[in-house]
């Protein structure tokens, strides 16, 4: 079956501009989660819904960062004045709904900015 | 959230085992012990996932000592096609926080 999917795999911003990144989880699955990882290191939380509740915003790095998933199926990451140091790969997961369930993940959006 | 604590890299020529052990000290009761593997340009993968004790899939093996402050995963027989970054997570909620991970090369 089909997994974790994300558009653009890359996409190339100049500083100040907006960009939205696109997930689409696994069908059926509650949770969905978005992750940063900076070149080297590991993914770092940025935010999390069950359904369309963002439950948890706690990792989103400024007020730049947006997300939402209006009908609880695909969700979008909004950046907005994108800067520098946004460079890093956007990753989503999905899982069925438990806390312990195994997170599903796609290959990444990779966002450089000039 | 307990600190994880692993190697940065490890190598291992194809066809031993690899046992990549990770320390985490402040580990809490509710809190399981996760695996995730990520090949370079991909999104990570689950590996395993434990409690206590032992813990057996078709991939790994995952061991867990009595005071569960730190873990072992096993990696039998690798193969080039294991040469990836692991991560030990210590999972509590929903968030995941993976850490640096340990960058395994397999060679022939």
């Known amino acids: 079956g089909a997994g974790v999917s994300q558009s653009p795999r890359y996409k190339v911003a100049k500083r100040g501009q907006d960009v939205a990144l696109r997930c689409d989880p696994i069908s059926g699955h509650v949770s969905l989660f978005w992750y940063q990882q900076a070149l080297g290191q590991g993914p770092e939380f940025l935010t999390y819904f069950q359904n369309e509740a963002q439950l948890d915003k706690s990792g989103l790095p400024s007020d730049r960062f947006f997300a939402e998933r209006p009908e609880g199926s695909v969700s979008t990451l909004k950046i907005q004045r994108t800067q520098q140091e946004d460079s890093a790969v956007y990753l989503c997961a999905s899982s069925v709904s438990g806390e312990r369930d195994e997170q599903f993940f796609g290959p990444g959006t990779r966002l450089t900015v000039l | 959230l307990a600190k994880t604590t692993q190697p940065i890299s490890m190598d291992s020529y194809e066809g031993q085992e690899v046992n990549i052990t990770c320390s985490h000290n402040?580990?809490?009761?509710?809190?399981?012990i996760t695996w995730y593997q990520q090949f370079p340009s991909q999104g990570p993968r689950f590996i395993i996932q434990?409690?206590?004790t032992k813990v057996t899939n078709e991939v790994a093996s995952l061991f867990i000592p009595a005071d569960r402050k730190s873990s072992t995963l096993s990696l039998p027989r690798v193969s080039l096609s294991d040469t990836a970054v692991y991560y030990c997570l210590v999972a509590r909620g929903k968030a995941l926080n993976f850490g640096k991970g340990t960058s395994l090369l397999v060679t022939p």
């Open positions: 434990g409690y206590k």
């Open positions: 402040n580990i809490a009761t509710n809190d399981y």
